[in-house]
């Protein structure tokens, strides 16, 4: 008997490899034990797939890495295993990668932020301290976290005149870097909740007078970027972080188990915390006592999703969601924004994704997209053009893609083109045919 095997296409082949690195990555995480078998066989694979000499593929590599070191659930050895996969790559990472563009990854994570300090793939300076004191960053306490990095620049003539100091101001304790370093609320109820120590729970909670509705305050050294974005919004509504919620992000089931015996309220809104908590049998509990409409069950299923806890996002779509529903573009991107390869599927990767793939960083895919495929891009409108333009007309020059465009009607949209600070529009197609011949035109 003959068996035909169809030769895996470019595009499928580096789907299928990232799927496998993905894979790889959180079978190292999520053992709670130093596994140097794990760790090696991970590295052989980095290796394999030469993801060390590509700029473009350790980009998304890192992507990957930043995307789950932010959601993935943490247990006692997480950050260090992060730390040691980013040490392997140090060296590929300096000369491959700018410190701006490792900033740009790393960004939304103080705790791995820190590491990079500490290591000098990042060094303090104008650029990061300005982008340090806008909003996002002030609300996130971004500046108090990097006091030690960020007070040998008061003297600058360049340094923010806001309240920017003042936040820096305070006197830096002893035990501020180990503080730092565990990356979690210092509050000794949260460490309690943590640990899912009840009995030193119980004792405290009834010494101190608790409630079981009783509040979580806020803490510069919180970087689980759920829980700061639960602590900005505790601050400017009435949708506070209670004990409840913090039990359930971090799977703590005696405790969750407590607040439940002493009639604590269930919300909707919890089964998003025991998503991030990792806990099947709080999360079976949640949906045996709560009823949820379908829109609740697709933010669920997008939470999990940006968490890379994928035997629940299998969970939830084999229970809830019918098979056209999996195969919806709503999904594809959900699983393209948060780099969760196990999910995205080859043949939904097209013209109709390609804006996707540039405004998150897939180069290598977006190369193959417009070669492999001869995407005629006059059929693409495309919105938003700000989205595109870092991938299609700032490659570094010594990146240049075999990417070729042809830009029909140039006057008129060369304003567009240059005119990337204000959120554009462009109803004028694009059509790739020879990049290099008019990139000279384009950036002189």
């Not at 340090?132 to 007070?151: M, R, V």
Request: glycine share 2%; proline share 2%.
């Amino acid at each position: 008997m003959l068996f035909y095997l169809e030769k895996m296409s470019i595009q499928e082949k580096h789907l299928e490899d990232f799927k496998k690195i993905h894979a790889e990555i959180l079978d190292f995480l999520e053992k709670d034990e130093k596994s140097e078998e794990n760790f090696q066989n991970l590295i052989d694979l980095i290796d394999e797939l030469n993801l060390r000499n590509n700029e473009h593929n350790l980009t998304l590599f890192l992507q990957l890495i930043s995307s789950i070191s932010k959601n993935y659930h943490r247990n006692s050895l997480f950050i260090d295993k992060i730390e040691q996969i980013l040490r392997n790559l140090e060296k590929d990472i300096k000369q491959n990668l700018t410190k701006s563009k490792i900033f740009k990854i790393f960004k939304g994570n103080k705790r791995i932020l820190l590491f990079l300090f500490e290591e000098k793939f990042l060094i303090m300076d104008r650029y990061i301290i300005q982008i340090l004191n806008t909003e996002k960053y002030l609300k996130s306490n971004y500046p108090e976290y990097f006091a030690p990095e960020i007070k040998p620049f008061i003297s600058e003539k360049w340094f923010p005149t806001n309240n920017l100091l003042e936040r820096i101001s305070f006197e830096i304790p002893d035990n501020f870097n180990e503080l730092r370093k565990e990356g979690e609320n210092d509050n000794y109820i949260c460490e309690l909740i943590r640990k899912d120590s009840i009995d030193e729970f119980v004792q405290y909670v009834n010494k101190k007078n608790y409630s079981i509705g009783s509040t979580i305050e806020s803490s510069i050294f919180e970087t689980n970027s759920f829980l700061i974005k639960e602590q900005i919004e505790s601050t400017e509504s009435q949708n506070k972080l209670t004990l409840i919620k913090y039990a359930l992000f971090f799977g703590s089931f005696q405790i969750f188990k407590y607040l439940q015996l002493n009639g604590v309220e269930f919300t909707p809104e919890l089964f998003k915390y025991a998503i991030h908590g990792k806990n099947a049998e709080i999360i079976h509990i949640l949906e045996e006592n709560q009823k949820n409409e379908q829109n609740e069950i697709n933010e669920y299923l997008g939470e999990s999703i940006k968490c890379h806890h994928n035997d629940i996002t299998n969970y939830l779509l084999d229970k809830y969601f019918q098979i056209e529903e999996k195969d919806s573009n709503r999904f594809l991107i959900q699983n393209i924004k948060y780099y969760n390869f196990q999910f995205i599927q080859n043949e939904k990767i097209n013209e109709n994704s390609i804006l996707y793939i540039c405004q998150y960083n897939y180069y290598s895919l977006l190369n193959i997209l417009l070669n492999e495929k001869k995407i005629d891009v006059n059929k693409i409108i495309l919105e938003y053009f700000n989205f595109i333009q870092n991938y299609i007309f700032q490659f570094h020059s010594k990146l240049y893609i075999s990417i070729s465009f042809k830009i029909i009607y140039f006057n008129e949209i060369q304003n567009y083109i240059f005119q990337f600070h204000l959120k554009l529009y462009i109803s004028i197609p694009l059509k790739i045919i020879y990049f290099n011949k008019i990139q000279n035109y384009i950036f002189q």
